[in-house]
């Protein structure tokens, strides 16, 4: 007796076979047979899903396989999820499904199938648009009793995922067919694709469901990081003797760029490519023009200008105003800069094992996104926006190794083998004792690896790139040098005059302790000279100056001449 599924996979099929006989039969007389729909054909088994390339990271997420909405919601009473289809597109975004069985009679809560994305490359410019392929696969098949050039019909909400399509040169607009394949883009300006005739929502990352946008800076699920907003206002004047002037000037990469200009002079944007080629461009008429491989938005009113791109910006662009009248014209211009130096995550390195079941980690350089060069990561370090990232680990050489009796059990190796680590030695002494500026001390920082014997050995620096690798340069004894300080003067040793006084010198570490190794040529002095802006006066005699004996001489002499000479009265 053979199993249910086999018997409703043998029953869907041949009522497929015999519909595909009716419809042939019915259309003898044309050329070829009308397919009504583009449908995912049901391929492999009910088996349990294997793994696949997973990320080992410490909170696990495999967005390789990240599923619509709700279909995981009520697993009781289901059997295992079967192996993933092919993919319905080999590139450009495609869709893969995976079926399982209700084990419950019929009566599971959920979905029996489930989608993930694939092959998301971008598919060559010479392959073309998807939707307009399947249009053009009609192109030999009679409508009507006549054959048409079939192209795609502009976006319509109602029918993203309807393969619609207009007679080209003509009004005529046919549903060749009431769903596109799956992986088919619902609209051009979007990832959301369709499946089984849903229109689904497709993140930047090209996920599933996982809501994933854009930043400012063009980063899928960025945190606008990795440029600048830069906006302003310029009122440039110029003048028949003065006729141009410069405005802006936007670097290459730039995004969202808009310049809105009130008064007569007219926008001029020249272009400078990276391989130094110059152009010119005056616009003068409304439209869309190409300048520098970017679309730019031209309009024009009264007395107003505006020109928008989304970019990012192909050259460097140089915006200036011409003369055209003697009124002034203001702009104001708004757009978001990108860091020149950013991170840039690598490849992986090369697994650790050949065999067995090993793992295998990326990095990430700093790199000038003007020039593609690899910088010194102190260039990146300088923006304090820039995050590096950091590093995936994750399996490989997952194949058996040679007489093996089975693959070796790849467990996160912090259960299993430790992961390899930076090691670092002692640091040295510090090339100065002080300095406001500091010196510097080193120490040496290698990646090692416990074998399972537990010796160590040292190992390529890129297996330990999973943590930040310790600083091998650091600062020291930044603080000043001991120096001399001197305490208050005392009081002058006289109260009148000239006289010294005395101060007290010591020397002060950082900490103000008292320390020694002052440069002793450079102490202050201790003393000096003072002055007491007093006048001093000596003490008052209690015998009067006429009783001293000089005095009291000459008064004698004086007395006993007068005394002789002179006349009876």
Request: proline share 6%; aromatic share 8%.
């Amino acid at each position: 007796m053979k199993p249910l599924l086999v018997l409703l996979w043998e029953t869907g099929l041949a009522l497929s076979l015999l519909y595909s006989t009716a419809q042939c039969g019915a259309t003898q007389t044309q050329d070829a047979v009308f397919l009504p729909e583009f449908a995912l054909s049901p391929q492999g088994s009910f088996l349990e899903d294997t793994t696949e390339d997973q990320f080992l990271t410490y909170r696990y997420d495999d967005q390789a396989s990240r599923m619509t909405g709700s279909d995981e919601h009520g697993d009781s009473g289901w059997d295992a999820w079967g192996t993933w289809s092919d993919c319905s597109r080999t590139c450009g975004g495609g869709a893969s499904y995976s079926l399982r069985r209700c084990l419950n009679g019929g009566n599971c809560e959920g979905k029996n199938i489930r989608y993930r994305t694939c092959s998301n490359m971008d598919c060559p410019v010479e392959s073309g648009d998807f939707r307009a392929q399947q249009c053009s696969a009609h192109n030999d098949i009679r409508y009507q009793g006549m054959v048409y050039e079939w192209i795609p019909v502009p976006y319509e909400p109602s029918a993203a995922c309807a393969l619609r399509c207009q007679a080209r040169g003509r009004s005529l607009t046919v549903e060749l067919a009431p769903k596109v394949l799956d992986g088919t883009r619902c609209r051009a300006d979007a990832l959301d694709m369709c499946i089984s005739g849903v229109c689904q929502e497709v993140g930047c990352d090209r996920q599933l469901g996982s809501g994933a946008r854009e930043d400012n800076c063009g980063v899928c699920a960025g945190a606008g990081s990795t440029c600048r907003l830069v906006r302003g206002q310029a009122l440039p004047h110029v003048s028949p003797e003065e006729p141009v002037k410069t405005v802006l000037e936007v670097p290459l990469g730039s995004r969202s760029l808009r310049v809105s200009s009130k008064g007569p002079d007219v926008i001029v944007i020249e272009t400078q490519s990276l391989q130094g080629r110059k152009e010119e461009h005056s616009l003068v008429s409304p439209g869309s023009y190409l300048i520098g491989n970017t679309t730019v938005d031209y309009q024009k009113g009264t007395d107003r200008q505006t020109l928008r791109t989304q970019g990012p910006l192909g050259a460097d662009y140089i915006i200036k105003v011409k003369y055209a009248a003697p009124r002034d014209t203001m702009v104001q211009f708004l757009f978001y800069q990108p860091i020149r130096y950013q991170w840039r995550e690598t490849d992986f390195f090369p697994c650790s094992v050949t065999c067995g079941g090993g793992y295998q980690l990326n990095s990430a350089e700093c790199t000038d996104i003007r020039s593609s060069q690899v910088l010194p990561e102190h260039h990146c370090n300088s923006y304090p926006e820039n995050t590096k990232p950091t590093p995936k680990l994750k399996e490989c050489n997952m194949d058996l190794c040679p007489e093996s009796d089975g693959f070796i059990e790849v467990m996160p190796y912090d259960h299993f083998q430790p992961l390899p680590r930076w090691e670092q030695g002692p640091w040295t002494e510090c090339s100065v004792s002080c300095g406001e500026s500091g010196g510097l001390q080193e120490r040496s920082v290698v990646c090692v690896e416990d074998d399972a014997h537990g010796h160590i050995t040292q190992v390529e620096e890129w297996k330990c790139t999973h943590s930040p690798r310790p600083i091998t340069q650091q600062s020291c004894n930044s603080f000043t040098c001991p120096q001399w300080v001197a305490m208050e003067w005392s009081q002058c040793t006289v109260t009148c005059g000239r006289g010294l006084r005395y101060r007290v010198v010591l020397c002060i570490d950082h900490r103000g302790q008292h320390t020694g190794g002052c440069n002793t040529s450079l102490k202050p002095h201790i003393k000096e000279d003072c002055l007491v802006p007093v006048a001093c006066h000596k003490p008052r005699e209690s015998v009067p100056v006429e009783a001293k004996l000089p005095w009291l001489k000459q008064a004698q002499e004086l007395e006993e001449q007068r005394t002789a000479t002179e006349e009876p009265t």
